[in-house]
């Protein structure tokens, strides 16, 4: 059955309508977002799919055709942040509940969701479902707002509702990425640009590789870097870590005394023009010259901010000595997923030579997909 035949027989009528959120994969920039630096991500063919219907009641019904159990019924009246709302049931609880604290007439609503996107792989699942139930309610409650105010509302949900406290990155790239092409944002004003990534017509192609190894950003790791983060921007005298230039990383460094501040420092900031390097290499149309690039963020992400997992390092040096042009680990860390950059011809060959390696450490296989640059957050019926 399709997800709205799926509602009609869960609620007994017919849905007012069907909307998907993509998730996405990171092409660079990894903790630079809540740092109000850049990043790069592209939405994946992977979606929640959601069918909704308004209700002026103040209920709230949530189900998910991915997660057993029965349907979880809230009032919205007491939805509370950081409550027991259901364990999934509180990424598209706290935006009904962002919603209304924002001051919308949000009275509540029937929904029954169904996701592709691998939960724990690092590609944002969560923001998936958190985006298409702000889309959903926007045309239903005829909101009027903007990609940009429905992935802030998103993100407030996930920071304020659930407790993870991160950056704007995957909402903004649910909602606003475009076919084709990956999103420039600068996570200081949220404008975007969308840099034009055609892989087919360079025969190229960007893998996914899921370790299958789940990561879970709610255990304090991700917070603690995030504090780490703004340690050193109030050590070296800024707002925030994009503030620190490039070319003056090597002074800000001695000046800080913490090595666990420091080394977070140098990544974000690192990271930072990594992305500005990727922009400009994609601008004069050399997708290929990225691929070092890629590889560099990897040691970075693995050595600075201590973020990678064994799987996660194999993937990648599995990938290079396989003739990839580039790779590295994407998402939050501690498992979940790596990109690798691949000649088309060469693709089928890096994938067997993934499950090789991994099958020779002992590993589970990997899940190796392609990444196509796919639509941002739309209405389907």
């Known amino acids: 059955m399709s997800v709205a035949e799926e509602f009609t027989a869960l609620y007994g009528y017919e849905p007012a309508g069907v909307w998907a959120a993509p998730g996405r994969v990171n092409l660079i920039g990894e903790y630079t977002d809540f740092n109000e630096g850049f990043v790069m991500p592209l939405a994946l063919p992977h979606t929640a799919v959601a069918a909704v219907a308004r209700r002026d009641d103040g209920i709230l019904r949530l189900h998910s055709a991915d997660v057993e159990g029965p349907v979880v019924e809230l009032a919205v009246s007491a939805l509370e942040p950081l409550s027991d709302s259901g364990g999934w049931a509180a990424y598209p609880a706290g935006v009904v509940w962002a919603l209304r604290a924002a001051g919308h007439p949000v009275g509540g609503a029937d929904l029954h969701l ?56 995957d909402q903004m790239a649910s909602a606003a990425c475009e076919p084709g092409r990956v999103l420039h944002l600068d996570c200081r004003d949220l404008s975007v640009r969308q840099v034009p990534f055609d892989l087919a017509a360079h025969g190229l192609r960007l893998l996914v590789v899921d370790t299958r190894v789940k990561h879970e950003l ?98 990648v040096e599995a990938a290079g000595a396989a003739g990839a042009l580039g790779a590295r680990m994407t998402g939050g860390g501690f498992g979940g997923s790596a990109v690798v950059l691949v000649e088309a011809a060469e693709a089928e060959a890096v994938t067997k030579a993934l499950h090789t390696a991994f099958a020779q450490a002992g590993f589970p296989p990997p899940r190796v997909f392609e990444a196509e640059p796919s639509r941002g957050a739309h209405r389907l019926s």
């Open 114 to 169: 169904a996701s592709t996107v691998p939960t724990g792989a690092g590609l944002s699942s969560s923001a998936a479902l958190e985006v298409v139930t702000a889309l959903a309610l926007r045309d239903l409650y005829q909101l009027g707002l903007s990609r940009r105010e429905l992935a802030l509302l998103a993100q407030r949900a996930e920071n304020e509702f659930v407790g993870v406290p991160c950056g704007v990155m």
């Open 218 to 315: 709610g255990d304090g790791a991700y917070a603690e870097r995030r504090a780490g983060c703004e340690a050193g921007a109030r050590a070296l005298g800024v707002s925030h870590l994009r503030d620190v230039p490039h070319a003056e990383l090597p002074a800000a460094l001695d000046r800080l005394a913490d090595d666990r501040v420091r080394r977070y420092v140098r990544h974000v900031v690192s990271d930072d023009h990594r992305v500005e390097r990727v922009a400009a290499l994609l601008d004069a149309g050399d997708v290929r010259g990225i691929g070092p690039v890629l590889t560099e963020g990897h040691a970075s992400l693995r050595d600075d901010l201590r973020i990678s997992c064994p799987e996660l390092d194999l993937a």
